[in-house]
């Protein structure tokens, strides 16, 4: 039984690798997918129909999916709407409008035959992602743009595929935020999660409490209609919208605008301009901040009509809560022990209220307190045993009977490789009942804009997040790092024709760096840097304040650097075969590095490029004396001691960047020391 158990998951795990070898470049992979011996090919007769036909969800997203694939195509299409009489070569079927919840049914049916084609799903919303699987299985077979032929049988293995903006750090206009819920959709992603107050802003108009906006976001807040198009815009591309008002911490905003509701009396509030932990904290001890809280959420929460409401609660150190004498003794007299016992009242508090507005409260993992109904869903962001002793709080959250959602694993502000975040799975080798796996809805990738503006956060946001997508959609055996390498290539360039910005401001950037002068040397070194990871740059949140330019050299790298892997990897092809092939290979990247200075040092100088000058000079003297060692085979002494030199300048950081292909550098100068030293 066991053996027979065994090769049938071998089978089935073959079948899904046999697959994934082919040429598709679908992203997120779908549950089920077969290759069919056929291909649709795409001319001007091209057309859609849609039963049941009208003007909501799937109308809108065929109208975009027309143009999306006359823009790839160049086809001039016939018909540039769905057509009415339903003899489209594309019909779409489905049984009903979704009302947007976790109980939502996501799943279709896609089949591409050489004659026409079907997308049948029980949802609209199933409809709009089948047709963006559709739209990834465009190619080009040399003559003709054409649908491979494929059957698709696709459903999520998680009902949160969520991303998270914050807005507060650094503002995000309206068409920012619009251009990645198309994004979103294309990644089939179904919840956007909008952090709205932080230190350092509240950032949506209110009626009622008018000084929030007024006072507390320097002009720049969303207004309440805004807030609704938005929201009706995520809706009609199937995502979910989950407000996040942070509080009791977090509250230096709102603090500045009603500073009656603080825990420090006299305490001079002010928008906070810098990052990290904070200590102004609403007063829980006192019936005003309730008030305001429970006209607050009345006024928000129609705005945001979804189920889930998240009130935030991380990172409430409770200094204030210390020092004042009147809650210590609130704290004495209700017999609340500890300042989380304190954050729970207030917390309880607060569910009733937003219980009362047909809301579900939910919390970053700070909220899981023991008293803590389980009626809360917890949001799992801090890492594994952090007082939690049951193991991560998701699982633990899942075992206590909350609903949750993990983040922790998916900080994309982390500037962390996309293959850290791909690789964590909500669930892993935990073994659940099956009460407790429904508890766990899915997860979000986070993206805190400390240090993201307009300009960098589409760079910040993608293509990682394409592949943490497919984390939430795809089955968990879905997991070859390679693979999913080679189909992100795709997914990000495609995802330019949506407006999304993360290839094309690299350049924007740099043409600011050199004041509009030839861009190409650093475009160069661009390929091979990579911004400081895990918050060392910005150290202890006071380099940079919320105004300071985010159009440095560091802004325009991104995160796995685009020349750094094939480097890497040629000079591991190199140093196991060294074949002329292979050395060539690694030539023309110590080539191109061997010269770049040369026109680095052309551009006028600015203040901007200066701190660039010793990674410029470093890296162009150190690929040049690699170079010589590989073309001669010969190694001088002398030699290396100059490579050690520029290697040991190339691994400090620069400019808040780091230099991704020193793996690359030091290996070769290992294989040249051993093969080609002399004297
Ligand atoms: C968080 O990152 N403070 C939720």
């Avoid at 509080?247 to 928008?271: C, F, N, R, W």
């Avoid at 008030?291 to 009509?305: A, C, G």
């Avoid at 508890?439 to 986070?446: F, H, K, S």
């Amino acid at each position: 039984m066991l053996i027979l158990i065994l090769i049938c998951f071998s089978n089935h795990h073959a079948s899904a690798q046999n697959v994934l070898s082919e040429s598709l470049d679908l992203m997120p992979w779908p549950k089920n997918v077969e290759k069919k011996n056929a291909e649709f090919i795409i001319d001007n007769s091209l057309s859609i129909s849609i039963s049941p036909s009208g003007q909501g969800r799937v109308h809108h997203a065929a109208v975009n999916f027309l143009r999306r694939l006359s823009g790839r195509t160049g086809a001039f299409l016939n018909e540039g709407f769905p057509v009415t009489d339903q003899q489209g070569a594309i019909q779409i079927t489905f049984e009903k409008v979704s009302n947007l919840s976790i109980e939502n049914d996501e799943s279709y049916s896609l089949d591409v035959g050489n004659s026409g084609i079907t997308i049948t799903a029980k949802t609209d919303v199933g409809a709009i992602r089948g047709l963006e699987t559709l739209l990834q299985l465009i190619q080009n077979d040399g003559t003709n743009y054409v649908f491979a032929g494929v059957t698709v049988n696709d459903t999520p293995r998680f009902v949160w595929r969520g991303l998270m903006i914050d807005a507060a750090r650094h503002f995000q206009p309206v068409g920012v935020i619009k251009r990645n819920l198309d994004a979103m959709a294309a990644l089939k992603m179904n919840v956007f999660h909008w952090h709205l107050t932080d230190d350092q802003g509240w950032r949506v108009e209110s009626k009622v409490y008018p000084k929030l906006h007024e006072e507390a976001s320097d002009g720049l807040y969303y207004t309440q209609e805004q807030i609704k198009d938005v929201v009706a815009y995520a809706d009609n591309l199937g995502i979910r919208v989950i407000p996040e008002f942070d509080v009791p911490g977090h509250a230096s905003a709102i603090l500045t605008a009603y500073p009656e509701l603080g825990s420090k009396d006299g305490y001079d509030y002010s928008i906070e301009r810098f990052s990290g932990v904070f200590d102004p904290t609403l007063n829980p001890t006192i019936d005003i901040t309730y008030e305001f809280l429970e006209r607050l959420f009345t006024e928000m929460s129609p705005l945001f009509p979804d189920d889930y409401f998240h009130i935030g609660g991380d990172e409430n150190e409770g200094k204030h809560w210390d020092e004042s004498k009147a809650i210590q003794k609130f704290m004495k007299q209700h017999n609340l022990k500890t300042n989380h016992d304190l954050q729970t009242y207030f917390n309880i508090k607060l569910e009733k209220i937003l219980n009362n507005l047909g809301k579900k409260m939910m919390g970053w993992d700070e909220i899981m307190t023991a008293n803590m109904p389980t009626t809360t869903v917890i949001h799992s962001w801090r890492g594994q045993n952090e007082g939690f002793p049951e193991g991560n709080s998701l699982i633990s959250a899942a075992k206590r009977g909350y609903q949750t959602v993990l983040s922790n694993g998916y900080y994309i502000d982390r500037m962390e490789p996309v293959e850290k975040h791909y690789l964590v799975d909500p669930i892993g080798d935990v073994k659940l009942t099956d009460l407790e796996r429904s508890r766990i809805l899915g997860g979000e990738a986070t993206m805190w804009a400390e240090l993201v503006t307009p300009l960098t956060i589409d760079s910040r946001i993608w293509p990682r997040t394409a592949a943490i997508a497919e984390r939430f959609w795809s089955q968990a055996e879905v997991k070859d790092v390679d693979n999913m390498k080679k189909r992100l290539k795709q997914v990000s360039f495609n995802l330019e024709e949506l407006g999304i910005t993360h290839i094309k401001n690299r350049d924007v950037i740099i043409r600011n760096m050199t004041d509009n002068q030839d861009i190409s040397a650093l475009v160069t070194l661009s390929k091979i840097c990579e911004p400081l990871k895990i918050y060392s740059r910005n150290k202890g949140g006071i380099e940079y304040k919320t105004y300071s330019p985010f159009t440095l050299f560091a802004d325009a790298c991104v995160v796995d650097a685009e020349d750094a892997l094939p480097f890497n990897r040629a000079v591991h092809q190199f140093t196991s075969d060294r074949s002329s092939v292979n050395a060539s290979q690694v030539l023309a990247y110590l080539n191109s590095w061997a010269g770049n200075h040369e026109a680095f040092k052309k551009l006028t100088k600015n203040p901007k490029l200066t701190p660039l000058e010793p990674l410029s000079e470093n890296l162009s003297s150190t690929a040049l004396l690699l170079s010589k060692a590989l073309e001669s085979k010969s190694l001088t002494s002398e030699n290396l001691t100059k490579i050690k030199e520029g290697m040991l300048i190339l691994e400090q950081p620069f400019a808040d960047v780091e230099v991704a292909v020193l793996d690359g550098l030091n290996n070769l100068m290992a294989f040249c020391v051993s093969h080609y030293l002399v004297n």
